[in-house]
């Protein structure tokens, strides 16, 4: 079946602009989680759902990131006043129900120039 | 959370069976242990998990003694494929802590 599906593949953006980064989970996930890669890191937790609830969201780092899933199914993170320190992969991940095992979609490579 | 400290890179050759040590003092009662492997370019891919003792699947053995402080994720008789990222992760279900991983070199 299809996987994690995310979109666009590629974003660049000048600063200041708004940026909105779509997932499409695995169909019947439960739970979808945000992360952000920096090159030669690991995924940095973002924040997660379970339903169209955000369960936590600690790991945003200031109030220009938000997110939401209100139908329980597709998220959108967005990203307000962009800056160039916000460049990185943007990770999208779904686990049947808050498990272990996520599934990971390609990301999504935002360039803030 | 868990903080997990695990080395830098390792060096293998095919055929060869690579053990992968992570150090995680802190863990959490309830957590379990999670290792990941990601390729370039992909996103992480969930390889095991496990709460103590040893776990098994067609990919990895991972054990993890009863103190729970460690874990060793062991993988048969790597191939050049292999050549990886690996991460151990601590934390709860829903905040998954990812460290810097290993990166493992296999080669011919």
């Known amino acids: 079946g299809a996987g994690v599906s995310q979109s666009p593949r590629y974003k660049v953006t000048k600063r200041g602009q708004d940026v909105a980064l779509r997932c499409d989970p695995i169909?019947?996930?439960?739970?979808l989680y945000w992360y952000r890669q920096a090159l030669g890191q690991g995924p940095e937790f973002l924040t997660y759902?379970?339903?169209?609830?955000?369960?936590?969201k600690s790991g945003l780092p200031n109030d220009r990131f938000s997110a939401e899933r209100p139908e329980g199914s597709i998220s959108t993170l967005t990203i307000q006043r962009t800056e160039q320190r916000d460049s990185a992969m943007y990770r999208c991940?779904?686990?049947?129900?808050?498990?272990?095992?996520?599934?990971f979609g390609p990301g999504t490579r935002l360039t803030v120039t | 959370l868990a903080k997990t400290t695990q080395p830098i890179s390792m060096d293998s050759y095919e055929g060869q069976e690579v053990n992968i040590t992570c150090s995680h003092n802190?863990?959490?009662?309830?957590?379990?242990i999670t290792w990941y492997q990601q390729f370039p370019s992909q996103g992480p891919r969930f390889i095991i998990q496990?709460?103590?003792t040893k776990v098994t699947n067609e990919v990895a053995s991972l054990f993890i003694p009863a103190d729970r402080k460690s874990s060793t994720l062991s993988l048969p008789r790597v191939s050049l494929s292999d050549t990886a990222v690996y991460y151990c992760?601590?934390?709860?279900?829903?905040?998954?802590?990812f460290g810097k991983g290993t990166k493992l070199s296999v080669k011919p």
């Open positions: 991940a779904s686990s049947p129900n808050g498990d272990y095992e996520q599934y």
């Open positions: 169909s019947g996930h439960v739970s």
């Open positions: 759902f379970n339903y169209e609830a955000q369960q936590d």
């Open positions: 802190n863990i959490a009662t309830n957590d379990y």
């Open positions: 496990g709460y103590k």
């Open positions: 992760l601590g934390g709860s279900q829903g905040n998954l802590i």
